[in-house]
C-alpha cells in the first residue's frame, strides 16, 4: 500500500503497540497513540520526536464508548479520513483454571476484547472508506496456555469478528483488513504467561513490528 500519512495506533503505550507506533513515525506518519496509561504514551511520543517522527497523544481507554466516538470525530474533523488503523489493545484477565475463572475479571476482558473492538470496528470504518481504501491491522495469538481460558475465549471472539469483517472487506474492495500472528515477544503480556522463560531468545518487539508491517507493505 502507499506509505500512510496518518495512522491510528490503538494499545500504543507498550509492547508491539509502542514498536508498530515508532516504526510508522520513523517513515514520515503521522500517528495517534491510544492507551490508558498517559505516562507510558509521553515515553513512546519522546522517543518518536527523537527520531525525527510525529505523533498525538490520546490518553483513552478503549472501553469508553463515548470516548472513541469523540476521537473519531475529532479525526473525521481535522483529516476527514483515516488510511491505517493498527489495533493491539487487549485485557488480559488474571490467570485461572477455567473451572473457576472470576465472573468480574471474565466481563473485563470481553468488555474490551469484544464489546470495545465492536465498536471501534463501527466507529474507525467510515474514516477508513473516506481515505479510499484504508487498512486495519490485528493481531492474533492462538497458542494454547493454561489457566488463560478468560483470554483465549475473548481472542478467539476477538479473531471471529475480524474474519467475518477481513470476510465482508473483499465484496466491497473499500477496505483491506489483515490478521496477523506475531512471533514470541519479551513482552508483559508473555510473561505472566511463561514466568522464567530465557526471553533472550525471544524475537523483539521492533523487529517483528518491522516483519509484520512489512508483510502488509508499510
Not at 511520543?45 to 472513541?68: C, E, K, N
Not at 474490551?112 to 472508506?129: F, Q
Not at 490485528?138 to 496456555?145: A, K, L, M, N, T
Request: aromatic residues 4%.
Amino acid at each position: 500500500m502507499t506509505r500512510p500519512d496518518l495512522a491510528l495506533v490503538t494499545g500504543a503505550s507498550r509492547g508491539l503497540g509502542a514498536a508498530v507506533a515508532e516504526r510508522l513515525a520513523s517513515r514520515g506518519t503521522h500517528v495517534l497513540a491510544v492507551a490508558r496509561t498517559q505516562g507510558a504514551l509521553e515515553e513512546l511520543d519522546d522517543r518518536i520526536q527523537a527520531a525525527g517522527g510525529q505523533a498525538t497523544l490520546a490518553p483513552m481507554d478503549v472501553t469508553d464508548a463515548g470516548a472513541m466516538q469523540h476521537l473519531c470525530r475529532s479525526i473525521y474533523d481535522r483529516w476527514g479520513k483515516l488510511p491505517l488503523w493498527v489495533h493491539t489493545a487487549v485485557e488480559v484477565p488474571p490467570l485461572s483454571p477455567a473451572v473457576s475463572i472470576p465472573e468480574r475479571d471474565m466481563a473485563r476482558a470481553v468488555d474490551c476484547n469484544v464489546t470495545a473492538l465492536s465498536r471501534l470496528i463501527a466507529y474507525v470504518a467510515p474514516l477508513l472508506r473516506a481515505a479510499g481504501g484504508g487498512t486495519a491491522v490485528f493481531f492474533d495469538d492462538d497458542r494454547p496456555i493454561k489457566f488463560a481460558g478468560g483470554y483465549l475465549a475473548t481472542k478467539a471472539a476477538q479473531r471471529a469478528m475480524v474474519q467475518a469483517w477481513q470476510a465482508e472487506a473483499t465484496t466491497d474492495g473499500a477496505t483491506a483488513v489483515h490478521l496477523l500472528t506475531p512471533r514470541p515477544m519479551p513482552t508483559a503480556l508473555r510473561a505472566r504467561f511463561h514466568p522464567g522463560e530465557d526471553r533472550a531468545k525471544l524475537a523483539t518487539c521492533p523487529a517483528e513490528a518491522a516483519r509484520l508491517m512489512g508483510d502488509v507493505g508499510l
